[in-house]
């Protein structure tokens, strides 16, 4: 089952702008992760933010998160052509036996116009 | 490091027969994992291995799925008998435990016809 649902499926925006995804979730977490596919291939690790942490930062890379909504964002400022890309969230989903693997949502793709 | 690497890149197989998909996580990742990618089904996780002992294998939709992963360098996803509906893009990823970033490969694509 899907942990994570990204919001919206598809974003296309100029280049220089600022990008915004969104992702809720349903239960408990630890932490969030956010990971970035491009086009046939794998996916790539972005930014892991803790449940005890409301923002995070990484070069253009801005991530929030609020446990009470049981939501985060992810903003991509100053958008570059090679940012078109999908994204997706992730969270571990835990069971009586422990953490199972990230789970994760059916993406936002974003497209970068020249 | 070279990551983590997966073969074949393509496979393109008849109904019914045998496909073997193969990983080799990072050194020292004592996690593995096999995902899933369909366009109508997002990211599904198949199986993981933590040292190399599968712990979770809820997730492999038929027996006509299974993964080994005969020791911490190397693991197998089998398909037997192939079907078209299986047809996606398989991808293994290692880590150091489940909650943290992990690392995935450039996949599989399989293609059943």
């Known amino acids: 089952s899907q942990q994570g649902e990204e919001d919206p499926q598809a974003l296309s925006i100029q280049e220089g702008e600022n990008a915004t995804m969104n992702c809720s979730y349903k239960?408990?977490?630890?932490?969030l992760q956010w990971y970035r596919q491009n086009s046939g291939r794998g996916l790539v690790h972005l930014i892991l933010?803790?449940?005890?942490?409301r923002e995070k930062h990484s070069g253009r890379l801005r991530v929030t998160l609020d446990t009470s909504k049981k939501s985060s964002s992810l903003l991509i400022t100053a958008s570059r052509a090679a940012d078109t890309a999908s994204y997706f969230c992730?969270?571990?989903?835990?069971?009586?036996?422990?953490?199972?693997?990230?789970?994760f949502g059916k993406g936002t793709h974003l497209i970068i116009q020249p | 490091d070279a990551g983590v690497i997966q073969s074949p890149r393509h496979e393109v197989t008849e109904m019914g027969q045998e496909v073997t998909l193969r990983c080799k996580p990072i050194s020292g990742h004592d996690y593995l994992f096999w995902y899933r990618q369909t366009m109508m089904r997002g990211l599904e996780l198949l199986i993981y291995?933590?040292?190399?002992?599968?712990?979770?294998d809820s997730g492999m939709p038929e027996d006509r799925f299974s993964a080994k992963m005969p020791n911490a360098s190397f693991s197998t996803l089998k398909i037997q008998p192939s079907e078209p509906r299986d047809s996606a893009v398989y991808f293994c990823?290692?880590?150091?435990?489940?909650?943290?970033?992990?690392?995935f490969g450039s996949g599989t694509r399989l293609t059943v016809v």
């Open positions: 992730a969270t571990v989903l835990y069971s009586g036996g422990g953490a199972d693997g990230l789970t």
């Open positions: 933010i803790r449940s005890n942490e």
């Open positions: 239960t408990s977490i630890n932490n």
């Open positions: 990823a290692s880590s150091f435990r489940t909650e943290v970033r992990y690392t």
């Open positions: 291995f933590n040292n190399n002992v599968p712990i979770d």
